[in-house]
């Protein structure tokens, strides 16, 4: 196959593979794995294990890289320094040593190709040491979890990880190396690496900001995206040169755009590139697996899986428990961290191209670190109702969470329960109490509620999502509940258990716009306000209240478009800048047809077309320069300019039928 034909099994197999692990509602890194086994050289050998798809799953690596170096900052590390050199330190120290110790009793107890040498069981310890930021971080985000307590520190964890692979990419080529003499060995590397650091950081950093001043003001996307690719390439080269790794390049690369004001811009635009070849990383991962090996040897696979999963599980549980965390906190961030990581099979994979693990045992091993992230999703879904089962004063904990938000809203009646303690749930509740209405806030970031509790505020730590937090802030006394984020799949979860509970209670949600408005108010929701269509409407207010229009004929206005569920402002038209937004298919647009001669609909009644069937409406019809009062019986004609609205299925099905 030549280099065409791979990238393109590549890229169909992954195409195929992420939309089914979406429908499942699994992480695309699964899809991957799973993908790479199927159409590997020891699946349906539909790509090849070449030269060509290593260099491409390199360059994923190189994009992952440049991306954490993006979020790597001096403030955030400070800010959770504890954690992360703290425990995050000790638990790739301790899982290192502890494989140094397994190692060794491998090579006196089991067969050959058990038999490893130090070097080999210090890569295996820094590969068996990573968890999978991409799963993890994902499930955290999903759970809402990412400002809990064992989420911060999941997280703090996951930092250090991805901080400790660029050593651990250097040091484990040297101590392949087999010289005598290892001190120097490793000082040479380390010597390269302290250079090349050098002269990226300091000189770097110097024209870094200057460099990217000048290209921005060229105002060229274009010119800015390939300075960006010349800028992470170019770096992962020069450290390449210099004998090190080209991963490594790249974080330094990111970590100097970091400090820059583009640094949001340049995360944004990297992102195609880090998920597109990250995908084919793996996918490469997966192909690298001889089932039919594993199949022989299932045992000692199954070994594998259990038992470092096991022996992360209690290393991390403890270790967090020595750092003073309470056992359900160290439990939660012990079962998210068990699984194997991206960067473990970047380490297992150099630690084969050295030749310092048996071929057949890398197998196994690999085998192994994909059936943990093929479970980890189920683990983590999981994880309350196993800390409930093993953590004794986990009943205890909740119970006295829940406990005091009903201390705090036992004497409340006919009050608001804000769901959500942000900036706009802060504003809703000032606005509150000078009505003299009584509120109670329920949020999931502890620092935030520790300081607006310490301030007065009438919030408690709890989650909105969860029956047990609505019952304890008193939903059968309260008057209404507002919904403040727009996570419509918390927002979803709400309203389910306030129609289980007080169906009659009036409930507020916030979005983001109105893709889910049906969404929401189908699961209930009393009113629905997408925070894009009032921006709008403030900005047109206040734009006609400055041409002169009367003040009172605005307001009507706007109060007729929120009556009209903003029915008049549903559906825009989309441009190349849309492209980010939410998925195509669920946004509501308008789309202009021009009936030409040959079109379908001349000399039909709009009625006639029957567009509502189809998911689409007529919003208006110009015919020269007039707008026209559009009704069934509208004739239309050669010329006419018809604007229709619905999704971009419905928008195209609608012009399917109007001109042909």
Known sequence: MNALDTTLSLLAAAVLGVV?????????????????????????????????????????????????????????????????????????????????LLGAVASAWLPRYFQIGWEA?????????????????????????????????IISVLLFQDLAVVPLLILVPALAAH???????????????????????????????????????????????????????????????????????AFVAGMLISETEFRHQVEEDIKPFRDVLLGLFFITIG???????????????????????????????????????????????????????????????QAGDLQLIDPQLLQLILASMVLSMLTSPFILAKSDAIVMKFSANEWMMQSLALTQIAA????????????????????????????????HALDLDPDRVHEAQTAGANVSYGDAARRESLMAAGIHRAAALVVTYTSTASALKVLHFVNEIN????????????????????????????????????????????????????????????????????????????????????????????????????????????????GADVHTVRRGRVRQEHHDSMLLQAGDIVVVRGTSEAVARAEQRLLK
């Open 287 to 349: 192909m690298l697996l001889n089932w039919r090996l594993v199949w022989d040897h299932l045992w000692l696979v199954m070994l594998l899986f259990i038992g470092p999963m096991l022996l992360k599980l209690v290393l991390i549980t403890g270790l967090a428990r020595a750092f003073g965390s309470s056992v359900s906190v160290a439990l939660r961030t012990g079962l998210a961290l068990a699984q194997a990581g991206e960067f473990g099979f970047v380490l297992l994979n």
């Open 179 to 249: 010289s005598k003499d290892v001190v120097q060995t490793l000082a040479w590397a380390s010597g390269k690496a302290v250079l090349v650091l050098l002269l990226l950081l300091v000189v770097g950093q110097r024209i870094m900001r200057t460099w990217f001043t000048i290209v921005v003001r060229r105002r060229s996307q274009e010119l800015f995206m390939l300075n960006l690719l010349f800028i992470t390439l170019g770096a992962a080269w020069l450290t390449e040169k210099a004998g090190l790794s080209m991963a490594l390049g």
């Open 408 to 439: 705090r809203t036992m004497t409340s009646k006919k009050h608001v329960i804000i769901a959500g303690f942000g900036r706009s749930g802060q504003s809703l509740a000032r606005l509150l109490e000078e009505e003299k209405i009584d509120y």
């Open 503 to 614: 169906p009659a209670l009036p409930v507020i949600v916030r979005s983001h716009d109105d893709v889910d408005l049906e969404k929401l108010r189908a699961a209930g929701a009393t009113e629905v306000v997408p925070e894009l269509m009032e921006g709008s409407l403030m900005l047109a207010s206040h734009a006609l209240v400055m041409l002169g229009i009367p003040l009172r004929r605005v307001v009507h206005r706007v109060q007729a478009a929120r009556e009209a569920r903003y029915e008049s402002l549903r559906g825009f038209f989309r441009g190349a800048s849309d492209v980010a937004d939410s998925p195509e298919a669920m946004q509501i647009r308008l789309h202009t047809i021009v009936l030409n001669e040959r079109a379908n609909a001349i000399g039909k009644m709009l009625g006639e077309l029957q567009l509502a069937e189809i």
């Open 20 to 100: 089914a692990f979406r429908m499942l509602q699994l992480p695309p890194i699964l899809g991957y794995l799973v993908v790479g086994i199927l159409i590997g050289p020891f699946g349906l050998r539909f790509a090849e294990d070449s030269a060509v798809t290593h260099e491409m799953a390199e360059f994923g690596v190189v994009f992952l890289m440049f991306s954490i170096g993006l979020e790597f900052s001096l403030s955030k590390l400070m800010s959770m320094r504890k954690a992360v050199f703290g425990l995050g330190m000790a638990q790739v120290v301790v899982t290192i040593a502890s494989s140094f």
């Open 121 to 153: 069981a210090f890569a295996l310890g820094g590969a068996l040491a990573m968890s999978s930021t991409a799963i993890v971080s994902k499930m955290l985000t999903e759970r809402l979890e990412l400002e809990s307590l064992h989420g911060r520190q």
